[in-house]
């Protein structure tokens, strides 16, 4: 046995003591999704009205007709010619009013084997002028001769954007001895585990909606979903630095000219918080002296012209990239929920996994957007 000199206190005989251990054991909140806590990990069941199951998920979408394109005449279109080339005259009907410049024409044919029109006059609203081989042609009206025959314009055909699934699985294994053990705040071992396991994997999702690759896959490949990026083609704005309040400005600008209403800016909070610092500096904000906090509030919401966004922090979405989306035409897609399933027994272990299977779904492109080349 040990000998002491009295007296006796904690430092010098620490063989007896008990250990103080917590019975709950504390983990990060796992409201670490925030995408998918907005939108839902299978919201896009309602949003979209899908009624059926599959791996491959295809969503319809139609437009209207367009209303803009360009000359491809190859040469100056003259002040007196009354037919030129488009690049696509299927889309003019007779009778349509355009505006080239500053001069409105009326359409009288449209040729789509050639991609050539024809124009009643080139003194319709009393004015004529050149125009470039490639300027902007605008529809802007209709004018049709009276008793005239039916003349058959453009039919826009239904496009189906689509989706894979991806597969999202962790397995979990623990020996009988660890089942039977007595643990601070763990009644059962394994379920545990698979508790912990799904918040996991929805991280994972979480990241995949900004990093996925759609790819169909094959036996000996995965099938995977793709991300934001699989959809988000047609607006699109280089930041070419750190974030400034005009580029969220200019990229609300084109979707909105596209038709869209977003009403969500998803980004990084690294970036947030530069986009945050620009309140604080900012010439136009007064703070007097009687003041007692330092700062201004955080940013909730974000208000362009065209309209307000409510802004979603998200640590795993990249720095270089903030993303404009509209809540009502995007979400995820659940084919398998997520679900703890026991393996066949072998050994003196218990063998488990949990697995699910998930995509993300967008509809109408330019209802979105994205700032690209962000720093920070």
């Given at each position: 046995?040990?000998?002491y000199d009295q007296p006796k206190t904690t430092y010098s005989d620490?063989?007896?003591?008990?250990r103080v251990?917590?019975?709950v054991i504390q983990m990060i909140d796992p409201r670490d999704t925030p995408l998918l806590s907005r939108i839902g990990l299978d919201?896009?069941?309602n949003k979209f009205n899908i009624r059926l199951n599959g791996y491959k998920i295809e969503l319809l979408e139609d437009e209207l007709d367009p209303l803009e394109t360009t000359a491809n005449n190859g040469t100056t279109i003259g002040a007196a010619n009354t037919s030129f080339t488009v690049t696509d005259a299927s889309v003019f009907q007779d009778g349509h009013v355009i505006l080239i410049d500053a001069e409105y024409m009326v359409v009288k044919s449209a040729n789509t084997q050639t991609n050539q029109i024809e124009v009643y006059s080139r003194s319709y609203d009393g004015t004529n002028a050149t125009h470039a081989a490639d300027a902007a042609i605008q529809i802007v009206g209709m004018a049709r001769l009276e008793g005239d025959d039916a003349d058959f314009g453009p039919i826009m055909d239904i496009s189906a954007p689509y989706n894979y699934t991806s597969i999202f699985q962790k397995a979990v294994q623990v020996s009988g001895a660890e089942i039977s053990n007595s643990q601070y705040g763990i009644e059962d071992e394994f379920l545990y585990q698979?508790?912990?396991?799904?918040?996991?994997?929805?991280?994972?999702?979480?990241?995949a909606a900004f990093h996925g690759v759609r790819s169909a896959g094959s036996a000996a490949a995965p099938r995977s979903m793709g991300g934001l990026g699989a959809f988000i083609t047609d607006n699109t704005l280089d930041a070419g630095g750190a974030i400034v309040k005009a580029a969220v400005d200019l990229l609300m600008e084109e979707i909105t000219m596209d038709g869209g209403f977003p009403d969500l800016l998803v980004m990084n909070p690294r970036v947030a918080n530069d986009l945050r610092s620009l309140l604080d500096n900012s010439s136009f904000v007064r703070v007097t002296q009687d003041e007692s906090k330092l700062g201004l509030k955080a940013i909730e919401r974000v208000i362009t012209q065209y309209g307000e966004l409510e802004l979603v922090m998200d640590r795993w979405c990249p720095t270089h990239t903030a993303y404009v989306?509209?809540?009502?035409?995007?979400?995820?897609?659940?084919?398998?929920?997520f679900e703890v399933k026991e393996l066949a027994r072998s050994g003196d272990s218990l063998k488990g996994e949990?697995?699910?299977?998930?995509?993300?779904?967008?509809?109408s492109d330019k209802a979105h957007g994205k700032i690209t080349g962000i720093t920070t």
């Open positions: 046995m040990t000998i620490a063989t007896a003591q008990a251990i917590s019975d919201g896009a069941r698979a508790n912990k396991a799904v918040p996991h994997l929805l991280r994972l999702v979480e990241r989306l509209e809540s009502g035409k995007v979400g995820f897609y659940l084919l398998r929920g949990v697995v699910g299977e998930v995509s993300l779904l967008l509809a």
